[in-house]
């Protein structure tokens, strides 16, 4: 059974740092690309970061210049080091990841973490 488990969440000031984690464990042959999203209650999730395998990164222009994504050699674990955090980016943060099980082994699948909560507020 594939989990993802993000952490790092918290209470920040505005201007304030925070780095999120999250680690995939579990049966899996293969992880491809991950990403982190956020949701705000009553809005969509949105994109914040992603990385791929090979180390490529995008980013929304929300965060651009602020945030960083980046990832373990061992490619199960990415990070996203957040700087100059701002009240807009108070939300719940979610980890997604695309992965090769055994029980599917051509197959890419979606899974996601439970999130992580940011709140930006003197």
């Known amino acids: 059974q594939v989990q993802l488990v993000e952490s790092g969440g918290g209470l920040v000031q505005p201007g304030g740092s925070l780095t999120l984690s999250c680690k995939v464990s579990g049966g899996y042959l293969r992880i491809g690309d991950m990403g982190w999203y956020r949701q705000v209650p009553g809005n969509q999730r949105e994109l914040v970061a992603q990385i791929t395998d090979s180390d490529d990164t995008d980013y929304s222009d929300s965060v651009k210049g602020r945030f960083t994504i980046s990832r373990m050699n061992a490619k199960d674990t990415i990070f996203l080091r957040m700087n100059n955090l701002e009240p807009e980016d108070r939300a719940v943060y979610h980890c997604?990841?695309?992965?090769?099980?055994?029980?599917?082994?051509?197959?890419?699948?979606?899974?996601w973490g439970q999130g992580t909560q940011v709140t930006v507020s003197s």
């Open positions: 997604r990841a695309m992965v090769i099980t055994p029980r599917a082994p051509g197959l890419w699948r979606e899974y």
